[in-house]
């Protein structure tokens, strides 16, 4: 078991942050750590208590620096630093960040993992976006769904239909009416008034950031429809369905 504990950031760490970024060689094309890039980052537009420090004995180990704002129909966390000197720190500060982030009420949570020996493992299930090193980790497909699928698009071409998208733990039904595009979590299947549309939130999140093409995910069975004779029509819906550029953020280390 690790003795390494994460905590909320207080004043007195400061120094020990510091002498920790000066001790600790960095791998990869980074600026400096410094005391005035740490406080540039503490005072980051939407941070507020999100900044986490890993600690062992007395000794800093790692921190993790957390910023929310809220973009279009989303709310979104972005981990804006995060440092360690090992990956298995590196873990417990993204699962801090995770948990404050959810408590937020975040939908989706970007970072640009640390160059570090077995920090793959740690983002495997997270989705690399346009951006280079970037990733990005939805906590609820729901307000995705419905801020994708509330176009002129859908509207015009999926008129009076309704789909139920499973998604790992998540249901959520889709009903496209003259009022709009609904949309409404369920808690169980409505097998019989809905075409069912299943696949993994990961699969689903590499298709809206052009990852993934839907007809090539159907054809290797990451995607399952029921109800319809012909899945044509769902994957149509899928493919119309992207994250533009405006939803890349810059979280670099090369500024």
Request: charged content about 25%; overall charge negative.
């Given at each position: 078991?690790?003795?390494?504990?994460?905590?909320?950031?207080?004043?007195?760490?400061l120094?020990?942050?510091?002498?920790?970024?000066?001790l600790?060689?960095?791998?990869?094309?980074?600026?400096?750590?410094?005391?005035?890039?740490?406080?540039?980052?503490?005072?980051?537009?939407?941070?507020?208590?999100?900044?986490?420090?890993?600690?062992?004995?007395?000794?800093?180990?790692?921190?993790?620096?957390?910023?929310?704002?809220?973009?279009?129909?989303?709310?979104?966390?972005?981990?804006?630093?995060?440092?360690?000197?090992?990956?298995?720190?590196?873990?417990?500060?993204?699962?801090?960040?995770?948990?404050?982030?959810s408590?937020?009420g975040?939908?989706?949570?970007?970072?640009?993992?640390?160059?570090?020996?077995?920090?793959?493992?740690?983002?495997?299930?997270?989705?690399k976006?346009?951006?280079?090193?970037?990733?990005?980790?939805?906590?609820?497909?729901?307000?995705?769904?419905?801020?994708?699928?509330?176009t002129?698009?859908v509207?015009?071409?999926?008129?009076?239909?309704?789909?139920?998208?499973?998604?790992?733990?998540?249901?959520?039904?889709?009903?496209?009416?003259?009022?709009?595009?609904?949309?409404?979590?369920?808690?169980?299947?409505?097998?019989?008034?809905?075409?069912?549309?299943?696949?993994?939130?990961?699969?689903?999140?590499?298709i809206?950031?052009?990852?993934?093409?839907?007809?090539?995910?159907?054809?290797?069975?990451?995607?399952?429809?029921?109800?319809?004779?012909?899945?044509?029509?769902?994957?149509?819906?899928?493919?119309?369905?992207?994250?533009?550029?405006?939803?890349?953020?810059?979280?670099?280390?090369d500024?």
């Amino acid at each position: 078991m690790s003795d390494v504990v994460v905590r909320n950031y207080t004043e007195d760490d400061l120094e020990g942050i510091i002498n920790s970024y000066t001790l600790t060689p960095m791998k990869g094309p980074f600026f400096e750590r410094n005391e005035s890039f740490l406080i540039h980052f503490m005072r980051y537009p939407g941070v507020e208590d999100g900044i986490f420090i890993a600690q062992r004995n007395r000794e800093i180990e790692g921190i993790a620096i957390v910023s929310i704002s809220d973009k279009e129909d989303l709310r979104e966390g972005k981990i804006i630093e995060l440092w360690s000197r090992s990956a298995s720190t590196v873990d417990l500060l993204v699962q801090k960040s995770l948990q404050y982030c959810s408590s937020k009420g975040v939908d989706r949570v970007q970072v640009k993992p640390p160059v570090l020996e077995g920090i793959d493992r740690i983002f495997d299930d997270w989705i690399k976006m346009c951006h280079p090193n970037v990733m990005a980790k939805p906590l609820s497909v729901l307000p995705i769904i419905k801020a994708l699928l509330d176009t002129d698009f859908v509207k015009s071409h999926y008129m009076r239909k309704s789909f139920a998208f499973i998604l790992d733990e998540e249901i959520i039904r889709v009903q496209v009416t003259a009022d709009g595009v609904l949309t409404t979590e369920l808690d169980r299947v409505q097998r019989n008034s809905d075409v069912l549309v299943e696949m993994s939130s990961k699969t689903f999140l590499e298709i809206v950031f052009g990852w993934t093409n839907p007809y090539m995910a159907y054809v290797a069975r990451r995607i399952r429809v029921q109800g319809l004779q012909n899945a044509h029509m769902i994957l149509k819906l899928l493919h119309s369905v992207r994250i533009g550029a405006a939803w890349n953020v810059a979280i670099v280390d090369d500024m």
